[in-house]
Nanobody, 116 residues
Framework: QVQLVESGGGLVQPGGSLRLSCAAS????????MGWYRQAPGKQRELVAR???????NYADDVKGRFTISRDNAKKSVYLQMNSLKPEDTAVYYC??????????WGQGTQVTVSS
């Protein structure tokens, strides 16, 4: 069974940075794609960034050049470095793991608030 635990959210001023971490438990985590999604109040959950087992990455258009996703398979972890944060980045951020058979696993979410 896969479990995902996020950390690193908080309150930051516009233009600031935060680094989210997600620690996974379970076997063969390195075989699976992992990613970060976010959900703002009144909006649907949306993909922020994704990284495959081969370390290929893709990003939502509005975070390209500002956010960087990475993973450390030895630590079974995925990270999201967020720079130049904007108020519109405010949301609950969720860690995701997608198994090779298409099953999605989710963390509990971590709040990111960008405000002065």
């Amino acid at each position: 069974q896969v479990q995902l635990v996020e950390s690193g959210g908080g309150l930051v001023q516009p233009g600031g940075s935060l680094r989210l971490s997600c620690a996974a438990s379970g076997s063969n985590i390195w075989l699976n794609a992992m990613g970060w999604y976010r959900q703002a109040p009144g909006k649907q959950r949306e993909l922020v960034a994704r990284i495959t087992s081969a370390f290929r990455t893709n990003y939502a258009d509005d975070v390209k050049g500002r956010f960087t996703i990475s993973r450390d398979n030895a630590k079974k972890s995925v990270y999201l470095q967020m720079n130049s944060l904007k108020p519109e980045d405010t949301a609950v951020y969720y860690c995701n793991l997608q198994s090779r058979v298409g099953v999605d696993y989710w963390g509990q979410g971590t709040q990111v608030t960008v405000s002065s």
